[in-house]
């Protein structure tokens, strides 16, 4: 990836549309734009109906350009921006002249990767750029914006803030002395490290929910053939995904309709019926299902069986389900079974709020900021761990300044990474490869 020249993209998909936004940074963006609309010098961040024209000096579009000087625009560079006609065809001939004229095509989340390295944002930012794009419910976008706003990035510096304090001290005393540590600071750390872990636990506590809230959660509707579980699945989606039958087998394959419960996407993924599968097809089906399971966020368990009791506690959160209630209503029934009935659409709410419970989307609140990717997770975790190490290390009487020292700074390194201060470089390929091109 060559930094420091100037590249050019589409910002908006591929495909017919009223506007379609393209965009250029670089330090010769206004020299790039300038040669192509005939205009001396576009007034800053003041949109300006021009002519765009090609090399042959033809009219390829009259359009908007609107310029933004850096280091005061989202790249930190200089930015030209056209808003012109959505045409494939014209979107095509203004990238073509543009790349004529000197400026090469932008890879995959390279505007957003040098607003990182300019300063504009930090890692956990771009992370939340990424994920607001691809956001599938209000709830997420929020928490993104939130993100993106340096909500989190706040409440980390200042934990970063607390371990350097500590850090400095500890390594100004050893250039005094290896051996004494000063008594008051000695005596007020163990209560820092402990509720600077404080801190970190409440945030890393939050992932469980950011990470629903940002990926979606798994349902799989399991059990034996022939009890209702595609009817289920129809109800739950509210659309015939499935084939309904009374012959068993009739369902080979994985079904996964997604729903936005509470803000959380919900993927529900209709399996096979578990049987001794009488063909190569259908236990090849049954094998999904099975390892379908293993994945699952949440399993329902689907039965028809009056005498059925849920006598196993499963590895994955399982809830227990009797469909055709409606032919049972004059029977007991195990009371930890959620009665219901895909015929009259009975016991349905009631279901979908026991989902809600079990996966724990009912506490998502738009005014908490939750941790989004198992990256972010594992940073904060292993800070804190860093952390408690330190405080062991008091714990047991030592005052050897240079282990503490060590684990504050691994302490450090960990948040740093997060925030993307001293991140390897195939993360960053990894986070920025992740955008689309243009952004």
Known sequence: MMLGDTIVAAATPFGYSGIALIRISGPDALVYAKRSIKLSEPIERRATSVNFYDKNGDVIDNLIITSFRGPRSYTGEDVVEFSCHGSPAIIEEIISTITSNGARI??????TLRAFLNGK???????AIASLIFSKSAENAKNQQKILSGHLSKKLNV??????????FLEHQMDISDEDLDPEFL???PASLKETQKALTVIAGSFSTGRLLNYGARVVITGPPNVGKSSLLNSLSG??????????GTTRDLLDPELVLSGVPVRFIDTAGIRAGESPIEREGIARAKLSKKEADLVLYVTDDIKFKSTTKPKTPTLFILNKSDLHTNHDVDASVIHISCLNNSGLRSLLNQIKLQLKINQVSTQSTYLSTPRQHQAVTLCASYLHSAEKLLATGSTDLELLAFELRAGLDALDSLLGKTTPDEILNNIFGSLCVGK
Do not use: M, W, Y
């Open 159 to 168: 934990v970063r803030k607390t371990i350097i304090d500590r850090l400095s």
């Open 121 to 127: 944002i930090d890692l956990l930012q771009a992370e």
């Open 187 to 189: 005596a007020l750390l």
């Open 239 to 248: 659309s015939n995904r499935a084939i309904v039958s009374d012959q068993p």
């Open 106 to 111: 932008a890879n995959p989340g390279e505007f």
